[in-house]
């Protein structure tokens, strides 16, 4: 079973041109030299005893999520003030709603001609022409 590293990496790389970089000691997730999401072990002085990531939002956003879920969500030292969310891993996380949060975090850092690949709508389903048409 993966670790809640493991899944933020998942939900973060399948990103179009997001990286892992290492700083501050802990695995970040950028698009192009942007953060937008960022590991925090249990261990180390970002994680407070519990894992969690801590994913760049709105202040609105951040406000909503906050009040929705105060055992799970929390505002993160040194980004909080700034509109980021932090997301406890341990437990039983919802990893969809975590994936969309991320994804929101991505859009927000994302340069707009790298965010299109994610928010184009699909092109129209070709239509399948009548093979028995009438030939003249």
């Known amino acids: 079973m993966a670790g809640p590293l493991e899944k933020v ?3 973060c790389l399948a990103l179009p041109e997001a990286h892992e970089v290492e ?21 180390d002085h970002h994680g ?7 994913i760049k939002s709105t202040h609105v956003n951040q406000d909503l999520i906050l009040q929705s879920d105060a055992d799970r969500y929390f505002k ?7 509109g980021w969310i932090g997301v406890y891993l341990d437990g039983k996380p919802d990893w ?6 991320v994804r929101d975090g991505y859009l927000l850092t994302a340069p707009k001609r790298v965010a299109a690949a ?3 709508p699909l092109p129209p389903a070709k239509s399948k022409r009548n093979s028995s048409r009438k030939r003249g």
């Open 48 to 54: 407070s005893g519990r894992p969690g990531v801590w």
């Open 23 to 43: 700083a501050w000691g802990a695995p970040t997730f950028r698009v192009r030299n942007k953060l937008f999401a960022m590991y925090a072990a249990e261990g």
């Open 76 to 82: 993160p030292p040194y980004v909080g003030p700034s």
């Open 9 to 11: 990496r998942k939900a």
């Open 96 to 101: 969809s709603i975590i994936s969309e949060i």
């Open 118 to 120: 994610l928010t184009e």
